[in-house]
């Protein structure tokens, strides 16, 4: 059997820290190293799944807005009618 070893520090002046300091300080060793290895395990596990939704509902998103229909819009140009001339030559006759 392969054993390592880490540390853990707490900043007991840290709300968070404190809290976990707490919770682990009423366990028994044993207990301690098998609810932190529960802990850091479980947290691997939950990125994992919302790493896989993610992706999911970037495919499902994607799929979606390719099937969209697009409408083209036609925009008018300013000129087309020659009021910005007749605007422009009334302005510049003061």
């Known amino acids: 059997m392969q054993i390592k070893r880490m540390t853990l520090r707490f900043d007991l002046d840290n709300p968070e820290d404190r809290q976990a300091w707490e919770y682990l300080r009423s366990l028994n060793p044993a207990s301690m190293n098998r609810a932190v290895l ?27 807005l390719c099937q969209a229909p ?7 140009t300013a000129n ?15």
Not at 46 to 60: D, K, L, P, Y
């Open 38 to 64: 529960a802990i850091v395990n479980q947290a691997e596990q939950a990125e994992r799944i919302s790493s896989m939704v993610r992706g999911i509902i970037r495919e499902e998103l994607c799929t979606v």
């Open 70 to 76: 697009v409408q083209t819009v036609r925009t008018e």
């Open 80 to 94: 087309e009618d020659g009021a910005d001339d007749t605007i422009m030559d009334f302005l510049n006759s003061f």
